[in-house]
């Protein structure tokens, strides 16, 4: 019992910055977003479905590589092994992108769904293609500056993205979930829930 008493008091008293897992501790997600389906009309309840299960792997797959990202921003080096983990998150979170969006384009979905799900796809993929450049980025103005280089930063791509990944854009997809009721973890919906 003392024991778990500790815990919550830990818990409360310490902000999600300082509670940072381990890269040792990270558990790559086994499910992510996949459909064989070609010129099918899709249901209501598939569709569903789909954007729960994309918007979930989505979450696992972002916070599975948050512990990698404050590797690299804080300018450390990943060993083989965190690599390996990392390109193999970057790698799932790519495919989950790209069979979603194959999966909406693809097919006939229900109606009111067609805009929608085409604005969840560019956003989570625009969200991450962002990530993924401003890793690449931050890494590479890294090396620049260690070979005495000042380092070049394509802000004007990155702000481009930004255009598309904003708070409004957020809260209509929000807003179509609880309308339609998809309940997903994605965007921290389920935090004090579990």
């Avoid at 830990?10 to 010129?39: A, C, R, W």
Wanted: aromatic share 6%; glycine share 4%.
């Amino acid at each position: 019992l003392s024991a778990c008493s500790q815990k919550e008091e830990i818990d409360t008293d310490t902000t999600e910055d300082e509670v940072l897992l381990s890269t040792q501790d990270v558990k790559i997600p086994s499910v992510i977003f996949t459909s064989e389906k070609q010129n099918s009309v899709i249901d209501e309840k598939e569709m569903k479905l789909s954007i729960k299960t994309y918007l979930d792997s989505y979450e696992e797959l972002s916070n599975a590589s948050e512990p990698f990202q404050e590797i690299i921003y804080e300018d450390k080096e990943l060993d083989k092994e965190e690599l390996e983990k990392f390109d193999k998150i970057t790698k799932l979170t790519k495919e989950n992108d790209k069979n979603f969006s194959n999966y909406i384009l693809n097919n006939t979905l229900p109606e009111g769904y067609q805009k929608e799900s085409e604005r969840i796809s560019q956003y989570i993929t625009t969200v991450n293609e962002t990530l993924d450049e401003i890793d690449e980025t931050v890494s590479n103005s890294m090396d620049d500056a260690d070979k005495g280089d000042i380092p070049k930063v394509n802000i004007k791509s990155i702000f481009d993205k930004i255009g598309v990944v904003n708070g409004k854009e957020q809260k209509k997809i929000e807003d179509f979930l609880d309308k339609k009721k998809i309940d997903t973890k994605a965007f921290g919906r389920h935090q004090g829930k579990e």
